[in-house]
């Protein structure tokens, strides 16, 4: 299975700025596609793109019978549409994708380490269901406890029960884990002149900006924190 993030855009050059910017590099022109080397994100100009996530297979016959009985499912041109249960779009292509995104051993772009995709859900159980029935396999915590990760083929999405963050949440929002370097990563966007949506001091003791929230022209979240 190959995946793609899709975000939306009002202005196309905006958002291809933004992820120059970043250091993002530009791999297709249909679609437009960037990546750090780790996230693959499709830029979408079209009025009725919306956020989520585009999975690709020959089929999605044997899946879509299970998902049938866990949440709405929409015939599309290509295949089909679904929603996470908490507002994600998720298109199921039936097609071979002429973009092979092959990801790097790491992360290149200015927002350092990335680690995935993060959700909140209010239903963290039909979530659960939704991804398992595509494919995804539990990778870390659990589904009792309200924070887990599941993976496909190395594309792993992080689902959280709500109250569980105390910042601004954006569904979905790729994430970056800096550790200790993340006051230098911050520092390099705000000379980049990336409008940053959030500051957050609240898990410093000193009240210092050691994380930060920022979206791109389309509304795409991403977290820019140090674990």
């Known amino acids: 299975m190959q995946a793609l993030i899709i975000t939306p855009t009002p202005h196309l050059s905006s958002s291809i700025d933004f992820y120059l910017k970043l250091g993002f590099k530009q791999i297709s ?6 990546t750090d080397g780790k996230s693959f994100v499709e830029i979408n100009p079209e ?10 297979k020959e089929t999605w016959k044997e899946e879509i019978k299970k998902l049938e009985s866990i949440t709405k499912v929409i015939q599309i041109k290509e295949g089909y549409l679904i929603s996470d249960g908490n507002g994600v779009w998720i298109y199921l292509i039936e097609r071979i994708p002429e973009l092979v995104c092959s990801d790097k051993e790491a992360s290149y772009s200015v927002l350092g380490n990335y680690m995935g995709i993060s959700l909140e859900s209010i239903d963290p159980k039909k979530s659960f269901e939704i991804y398992q029935a595509i494919g995804f396999e539990l990778v870390f915590g659990t589904l009792e406890g309200g924070f887990f990760s599941l993976a496909n083929h190395g594309f792993t999405i992080t689902l959280m029960k709500p109250n569980s963050c105390p910042h601004l949440f954006f569904n979905p929002s790729l994430t970056y884990f800096n550790g200790k370097n993340n006051p230098e990563i911050i520092s390099k966007i705000r000379t980049l002149k990336i409008p940053i949506t959030e500051e957050i001091t609240y898990f410093n003791k000193e ?20 674990d």
Do not use: A, H, Q
Request: with cysteine.
């Open 29 to 34: 022109e249909k679609p437009i596609c960037m």
């Open 207 to 226: 009240g210092i900006v050691d994380n930060i929230i920022i979206r791109d022209p389309g509304g795409l979240g991403f977290f820019i924190f140090n």
């Open 47 to 56: 009025r009725y793109s919306r956020s989520g996530f585009k999975f690709f």
